[in-house]
């Protein structure tokens, strides 16, 4: 019986996207022999570096891990050229082109799709303003929710609940590091009720309340908009929504950590999942099992 390889990771992407969990599509589009795979081959790289599929042997799945953790933390889809060669990288728009000292000779071109859940929108409160945040949030790519409980990928909680239950729920967002927090309130009510959540300093100067952009905002659409236009502006960078930047919540997604292969000098990713062995309290990471077994040797 037929082993359906593709489709047996298109249902695993489906079952990853369901649940909400970050990963990268990596789809071979270009193979010049000898190579060890052809084109419309593919795997899913986790974000802890671990590939389910097969795009190439052991030294292109490395160059295949370390930029597809890039490509994760930007949300960019990224071209990956990996050719033979002193190791080398150059990168130009939309395209990195690594050279690969462990290459055979053949060369691979291999599209790299990140899929990031769409950020989590908190919504308490079922008045005017809650429910036009819930349907304008919805409409902007939020996953929106009612009510709050800590959750991975919380972009923003706005509580729009007109002074029921407010303080409780400011305090677990702030807690949890929910990036975003905010209060529809007046100004004077608006800081009463910041003043009094019992939380340090630094985490109740991170609600905005009023909340929103100054736009003159009259209509519960119109401030609903305000809102989720402060939570647009904030973000770290254009794509699907993302965590706003704030200097005191968490970071979105930091950038994947790097090291040098001390045998054949490309970059690796250094993830547990990558060879690596300990030598007098450091690290050393290698791309291949055998450049760890080169330089053990």
């Known amino acids: 019986m037929a082993i359906d390889l593709a489709g047996d990771l298109t249902a695993r992407a489906a079952e990853l996207t369901a649940a909400r969990v970050p990963f990268v599509h990596a789809t071979v589009v270009r ?3 000898p190579a060890s795979v052809g084109p419309g081959a593919s795997a899913l790289v986790h974000a802890d570096g671990v590939i389910e599929g097969f795009v190439g042997g052991s030294c292109a799945e490395s160059s295949v891990q370390a930029h597809s953790l890039a490509a994760l933390a930007s949300g960019e889809p990224l071209l990956l050229r990996i050719l033979p060669g002193a190791s080398d990288t150059a990168v130009e728009d939309g395209a ?3 050279r690969n000292p462990c290459l055979s000779g053949g060369a691979l071109e291999i599209f790299l799709e990140p899929h990031r859940p769409p950020a989590g929108l908190a919504v308490v409160g079922d008045t005017p303003v809650g ?6 949030g919805a ?3 939020f996953t929106v929710r009612s009510g709050f409980e800590p959750a991975d990928g919380d972009a923003a909680l706005v509580v729009a609940s007109h002074g029921k239950g ?5 305090e677990a967002a702030l807690r949890a590091g929910v990036p975003y927090v905010a209060l529809v309130a007046s100004r004077t009510r608006g800081a009463a009720v910041r003043d009094a959540l019992d939380v340090p300093e630094e ?7 009023p909340a929103g952009l100054a736009i003159g905002a009259r209509t519960a659409a119109e401030v609903a908009l305000s809102i989720l236009a402060e939570i647009v502006s904030l973000r770290p960078r254009a794509g699907a929504p993302a965590a706003p ?3 005191a919540a968490p970071a979105d997604r930091a950038a994947p950590v790097t090291a040098i292969d001390p045998v054949c000098g490309m970059t690796v990713a250094a993830v547990p999942s990558s060879p690596h062995v300990e030598r007098d309290g450091d690290t050393l990471w290698f791309c291949s099992e055998h450049c760890r077994a080169a330089h053990d040797r």
């Open 96 to 98: 990195v082109t690594v």
């Open 203 to 209: 985490l109740r100067a991170r609600v905005r309340t």
């Open 131 to 136: 429910r036009m945040l819930a349907h304008l």
């Open 139 to 141: 409409e902007l790519g």
């Open 31 to 33: 193979a010049q022999r």
């Open 245 to 247: 930047a704030d200097p």
């Open 166 to 170: 407010e303080e409780q729920v400011l």
